[in-house]
C-alpha cells in the first residue's frame, strides 16, 4: 500500500524557518514525481511545484517561485518543504502528493502550518 | 496557463438526488482530466482520471465524461459521504478548477 506520511502540525513566528517532511512508503521513491499542494484557510487547492527524487529536479509555480524551497533524502524516501522567513499569509495545511502518469494520485495527510505573532 | 472553470460554485440536493458538476477549460484538454473529492477537514482524494476512469476503489455512482474542453462530474445517486466539495485538475498541469461544494439541501 502507498503511504505519504507528513510530519506533524507547526506553530510558528514570521520570520522564523521552517522545514516540514513528507516519508513515502509502499513504493519505489525514487521513479515518481513528488508535489507539494498548499490550502489556505477555507480556500482552494494551489500546487506550489514538484520535485523528482531521481535526480531533484525541481519546478516551481511561479507564485512560489523563490519563496520556498523543495528538497528530498532517497535514502529515507523522504521529500521536504522549506522556509527560510516565514510570513503569516504561509498559514495553511500543506500537502505532498504522489505523482502517477501524470496525476496526482497518492495524498499525504496534510500538515498545518500556523504562522503567528 | 490552463484555467480551469468549475460551476456551480455550490449545489444544494437532498441524499438519493443526482448531481451534476461542470467544469470548463481554456483550452481543449482532450480527455486528460482528473476529478478530486475533499470530504470537510479531511485530505482530498482521486476519483476520476482521464475523464472517465474510476481510481481504485471509488463506487460506480461516481462518473466522469467530457472531452476537449467542457468535462462533467455525476453523482448517481447522493450518499451522506458525499457531500464534499470537487476539484478538477488537467493531467501534466499545476490547476486546479476552484471548486464545486456539494452541499446537502
Same mark, same amino acid.
Given at each position: 500500500?502507498?503511504?505519504l506520511?507528513?510530519?506533524?502540525?507547526?506553530?510558528?513566528?514570521?520570520g522564523e524557518s521552517?522545514?516540514?517532511s513528507?516519508?513515502g =512508503?509502499?513504493?519505489?521513491?525514487?521513479?515518481?514525481w513528488? &508535489?507539494?499542494?498548499?490550502?489556505?484557510?477555507g480556500?482552494?487547492?494551489?500546487?506550489?511545484?514538484?520535485?523528482?527524487?531521481?535526480?531533484?529536479?525541481?519546478?516551481?509555480s511561479?507564485?512560489?517561485?523563490g519563496q520556498v524551497?523543495?528538497?528530498?533524502d532517497?535514502?529515507s524516501?523522504t521529500?521536504?518543504?522549506?522556509w527560510?522567513?516565514?510570513?503569516?499569509s504561509?498559514t495553511?495545511?500543506y500537502?505532498c502528493?504522489r505523482?502517477?502518469?501524470?496525476?496526482?494520485?497518492?495524498?499525504?495527510q496534510?500538515?498545518?502550518?500556523?504562522v503567528s505573532? | 496557463?490552463?484555467v480551469?472553470t468549475?460551476?456551480?460554485?455550490?449545489l444544494?440536493l =437532498?441524499?438519493?438526488?443526482?448531481a451534476?458538476?461542470?467544469?470548463r477549460?481554456?483550452?481543449?484538454?482532450k480527455n486528460?482530466v482528473?476529478?478530486?473529492?475533499?470530504?470537510?477537514?479531511?485530505?482530498?482524494?482521486?476519483?476520476?482520471?482521464?475523464a472517465?476512469?474510476?481510481a481504485?476503489?471509488?463506487?460506480a455512482?461516481?462518473s466522469g465524461?467530457g472531452s476537449?474542453?467542457d468535462f462533467?462530474?455525476?453523482?448517481s445517486?447522493?450518499?451522506?459521504?458525499d457531500f464534499a466539495v470537487?476539484?478538477c485538475?488537467?493531467?501534466?498541469n499545476?490547476?486546479?478548477?476552484? &471548486?464545486?461544494?456539494?452541499?446537502i439541501?
Open positions: 500500500e502507498v503511504q506520511v507528513q510530519s506533524g502540525a507547526e506553530v510558528k513566528k514570521p521552517l522545514k516540514i513528507c516519508k =512508503s509502499g513504493y519505489r521513491f525514487d521513479i515518481y513528488i &508535489g507539494w499542494v498548499r490550502q489556505m484557510p480556500k482552494g487547492l494551489e500546487t506550489m511545484g514538484t520535485i523528482y527524487p531521481g535526480d531533484s529536479d525541481t519546478r516551481y511561479s507564485s512560489f517561485q524551497a523543495m528538497s528530498v532517497t535514502s524516501s521529500a521536504y518543504l522549506q527560510s522567513s516565514l510570513k503569516a504561509d495553511g495545511i500537502y502528493v505523482f502517477y502518469a501524470d496525476y496526482p494520485v497518492d495524498w499525504g496534510g500538515t498545518l502550518v500556523t505573532s | 496557463e490552463i480551469m468549475q460551476s456551480p460554485a455550490t444544494s =437532498s441524499p438519493g438526488e443526482r451534476t458538476l461542470s467544469c477549460a481554456s483550452q481543449s484538454l486528460f482528473a476529478w478530486h473529492q475533499q470530504r470537510p477537514g479531511q485530505t482530498p482524494r482521486l476519483l476520476i482520471y482521464d472517465s476512469k474510476r481504485t476503489g471509488i463506487p455512482r461516481f465524461s476537449g474542453t462533467t462530474l455525476t453523482i445517486s447522493l450518499e451522506p459521504e470537487y476539484y485538475q488537467p493531467r501534466s499545476w490547476t486546479f478548477g476552484q &471548486g464545486t461544494k456539494v452541499e439541501k
